[in-house]
């Protein structure tokens, strides 16, 4: 499986901003980066894993979801192997382990989810922490 590496969390006072990213390395066989979806995800202490964000491929789609509308960014370099996800105007409720996933889908693929059960291969959490 493909090995992804997310970091960039921290600890923000509410309304600030963090920008996560995550790596991804050791593509099976003759796998690219673009050939593969990328979801965003967080799970709070208590809480089930809820998806953030997700885009496909080749960054065609894009979907967010409802708490993190018009806040949350996500992007894509595949030529850097690495998806991103700018957080602004963040709130104490967004705080959570924040994990990336990807599937493979084929480049070029509109697919993309925020299931999390949708997902083969996952990195390490990295903690965002917003403070009131």
């Known amino acids: 499986d493909v090995q992804l590496q997310a970091s960039g969390g921290g600890l923000v006072q509410s309304g600030g901003s963090l920008r996560l990213s995550c790596a991804a390395s050791g593509f099976p066989f003759d796998d690219n980066f673009d050939d593969y979806a990328i979801g965003w995800f967080r799970q709070a202490p208590g809480k089930q894993r809820e998806g953030v964000s997700c885009i496909s491929s080749v960054g065609g789609s894009i979907s967010y979801a409802d708490s993190v509308k018009g806040r949350f960014t996500i992007s894509r370099d595949n030529t850097k192997n690495t998806a991103y996800l700018q957080m602004n105007s963040l709130k104490p409720e967004d705080t959570a382990v924040y994990y990336c996933?990807?599937?493979?889908?084929?480049?070029?693929?509109?697919?993309?989810?925020?299931?999390?059960?949708?997902?083969?291969?996952w990195g390490q959490g990295t903690l965002v922490t917003v403070s009131s």
């Open positions: 996933a990807a599937e493979l889908t084929g480049s070029g693929s509109s697919w993309s989810s925020l299931g999390a059960n949708e997902y083969d291969s």
